[in-house]
Nanobody, 122 residues
Framework: VQLQASGGGLVQAGGSLGLSCAAS????????MGWFRQAPGGEREFVGG????????RYADPVKGRFTISRDNAKNTVYLQMNNLKPEDTAVYYC????????????????WGQGTQVTVSS
């Protein structure tokens, strides 16, 4: 499956951004989806994940209550709505697809998108 992330940009602290990830090439509903991020000099870390039908969502502790993951299977797209952004949210954000029903929190996903930069200024 091919993944194309978009929606990154520059925002002030306290602001909001919405990321999208469009999938193509395989049956989208067969995959759970995840968002990850990687800050300069840091490791890629889990942000949020969603099951194939949207019924199960998981979030990393630093983003709970601020970020929301969702998906539209009719549009083959997964979203990440980010509110109350903080400078420490600055990173390249990646979407990923995994051939399981339930989202994993580790990086062992099968397919990855190219990443989109999110920069939060203080």
């Amino acid at each position: 499956v091919q993944l194309q992330a978009s929606g990154g940009g520059l925002v002030q602290a306290g602001g909001s951004l919405g990321l999208s990830c469009a999938a193509s090439g395989r049956t989208f509903i067969n995959y759970s989806m995840g968002w990850f991020r990687q800050a300069p000099g840091g490791e890629r870390e889990f942000v949020g994940g969603i099951s194939w039908n949207g019924g199960t969502k998981r979030y990393a502790d630093p983003v709970k209550g601020r970020f929301t993951i969702s998906r539209d299977n009719a549009k083959n797209t997964v979203y990440l709505q980010m509110n109350n952004l903080k400078p420490e949210d600055t990173a390249v954000y990646y979407c990923a697809a995994d051939r399981t029903n339930w989202p994993k929190t580790n990086i062992n996903y099968d397919y990855w998108g190219q990443g989109t930069q999110v920069t939060v200024s203080s």
